[in-house]
T-cell receptor, first 109, second 113 residues
Framework: LAKTTQPISMDSYEGQEVNITCSHN???????ITWYQQFPSQGPRFIIQ???TKVTNEVASLFIPADRKSSTLSLPRVSLSDTAVYYC??????????FGQGTELSVKP | DTEVTQTPKHLVMGMTNKKSLKCEQH?????MYWYKQKAKKPPELMFV???????INESVPSRFSPECPNSSLLNLHLHALQPEDSALYLC????????????FGEGSRLTVL
């Protein structure tokens, strides 16, 4: 299984763009890259998923370089409510999705 | 309906008790999952059910016993737990095992005395 490495924590200010990079050097051909957000005492919430290049939805963008050994979650214009833990997951779609340590994002006014 | 509902929200049990955690979804999803999460740690995968059959067991101790009575329900039976089993137990579902988009419930906070 591909292991992921993320920064443990990040700080930002309201209105800024935040980029969280995840390293997954031994990603396999079949693996997708998925990001989740989790608030304290709540279940994780799906943010975005991609396989290669760039994916964008209403809340975030996901950038994946050609070698797929890393990925970057981009949150445009964060607000205080984006303070949460963000997890990068790499899985082979066989159901075995393993969470890494996550990045604790703190957004300040 | 895009919810995964878990009951109870909080559970306190002694080491000799038998209790169950329940999870329900009505999104027509065919894969369901149990994760365990300790404070300040990521969720750890315990079990995966695919089309009502147990497909993944992450070497979980036998004092945790999963059950999938039908495609909408997932139970986790608890017996002879240890204090270190105290954690937030999260249920999730997905359309099938071939997707990474999991829908999580709010979790059941378990305390073992």
């Amino acid at each position: 299984l591909a292991k992921t490495t993320q920064p443990i924590s990040m700080d930002s200010y309201e209105g800024q763009e935040v980029n969280i990079t995840c390293s997954h050097n031994n990603i396999a051909t079949n693996d997708y890259i998925t990001w989740y957000q989790q608030f304290p005492s709540q279940g994780p919430r799906f943010i975005i998923q991609g396989y290669k290049t760039k994916v964008t939805n209403e809340v975030a963008s996901l950038f994946i370089p050609a070698d797929r050994k890393s990925s970057t979650l981009s949150l445009p214009r964060v607000s205080l409510s984006d303070t949460a833990v963000y997890y990068c997951l790499v899985g082979d779609q066989g159901g075995k999705l393993i969470f890494g340590q996550g990045t604790e994002l703190s957004v300040k006014p | 309906d895009t919810e995964v509902t878990q009951t109870p929200k909080h559970l306190v049990m002694g080491m000799t008790n038998k209790k169950s955690l329940k999870c329900e979804q009505h999104m027509g999803h065919r894969a369901m999952y149990w994760y365990k999460q300790k404070a300040k740690k990521p969720p750890e995968l315990m079990f995966v059910y695919s089309y009502e059959k147990l497909s993944i067991n992450e070497s979980v101790p036998s004092r945790f016993s999963p059950e999938c009575p039908n495609s909408s329900l997932l139970n986790l039976h608890l017996h002879a737990l240890q204090p270190e089993d105290s954690a937030l137990y999260l249920c999730a579902s997905s359309q099938g095992p071939q997707t990474g988009e999991l829908f999580f419930g709010e979790g059941s906070r378990l305390t073992v005395l």
